[in-house]
């Protein structure tokens, strides 16, 4: 399997949505598939997140730990998770993109066009993924956006 990033950039735009914490925008969001639609349970995702905030790897991290628990995930496995992107992340500048693509339960992380990270656990994959997508999440406004329910 190839995972070049020009294979995800090729993908259509299912929906696009934008994160906002009071007046300021924490980032850009969009949801890219092969076809342009989104199925539950697709094997072929991209998530694009362009920040427009400096963000510290730490606050990122915290951010996800606090979904996971949101979303039921329990906390052994959290705490595996959060230690295995913490090797994969960086911190982030205003501007930056940070990509992740689904391939037949794998995942790969992307700063921009620069492969950081893979990983090879789908249910954590899946799991990240949900983080936006669940029907639980704690942004249904988002999901909705993003799935191309507007």
Known sequence: M?????????????????????PWVIYDSEL???????QDNSD????????????AREDLLEATGEQWEHLGVPADKRRLWLA????????????????FVIKNGDGVFYQDNTKIGV????????AFLHIWLSPDTSYPHI???LIGKT
């Open 119 to 126: 990983m090879k656990d789908s249910e954590m994959s899946n």
């Open 84 to 99: 295995h992107l913490s090797q994969i992340w960086p911190d982030v500048k205003k501007g930056d993109r940070l990509i």
């Open 32 to 38: 890219r598939t092969p076809t342009g639609y989104y």
């Open 143 to 145: 999901r909705r956006q």
């Open 44 to 55: 072929e995702l991209a998530l694009v997140i362009k920040y427009q905030r400096d963000i």
């Open 2 to 22: 190839s995972w070049q990033s020009s294979t995800w950039q090729a993908w259509r735009m299912v929906g696009d949505a934008q994160l906002k914490w009071g």
